[in-house]
């Protein structure tokens, strides 16, 4: 299994960015589905985006389209997530999860393995 380690997170304004990492150990990165999902105080896991294999697809929730790009370099076993237009309401712990056969990968009980997660706080 892939071992996911999340950075990035952090405090910001609304309307400001941040761009979360996720690094893999292992030379099997590409062999997964990379997903983010978030988590908010007393809510359950919430898919946010997906990305293929390749990189070649990417899949947003509706909440995120167009503010939020996932992206991922295969050779340095790291996964993205570029958040821009931040609102309050994206506050939450945010991890990634790594799949290796489902795409999209959107539920979050589904995975085969996910890091620990970095808090994003966005400020009104």
């Known amino acids: 299994q892939v071992q996911l380690v999340e950075s990035g997170g952090g405090l910001v304004q609304a309307g400001g960015s941040l761009r979360l990492s996720c690094t893999a150990s292992?030379?099997?990165?590409?062999?997964?589905?990379i997903s983010w999902f978030r988590q908010a105080p007393g809510k359950e896991p919430e898919f946010v985006a997906s990305?293929?294999?390749?990189?070649?697809?990417?899949y947003y929730a509706d909440s995120v389209k167009g503010r939020f790009t996932i992206s991922r370099e295969n050779a340095k076993n790291t996964g993205y997530l570029q958040m821009n237009t931040l609102k309050p309401e994206d506050t939450a712990v945010y991890y990634c999860?790594?799949?290796?056969?489902?795409?999209?990968?959107?539920?979050?009980?589904?995975?085969?393995?996910r890091g620990q997660g970095t808090q994003v706080t966005v400020s009104s």
């Open positions: 999860a790594a799949s290796r056969s489902k795409w999209p990968a959107t539920v979050a009980a589904s995975v085969d393995s």
């Open positions: 292992g030379r099997t990165f590409s062999k997964y589905v």
């Open positions: 990305i293929s294999w390749t990189g070649s697809s990417t």
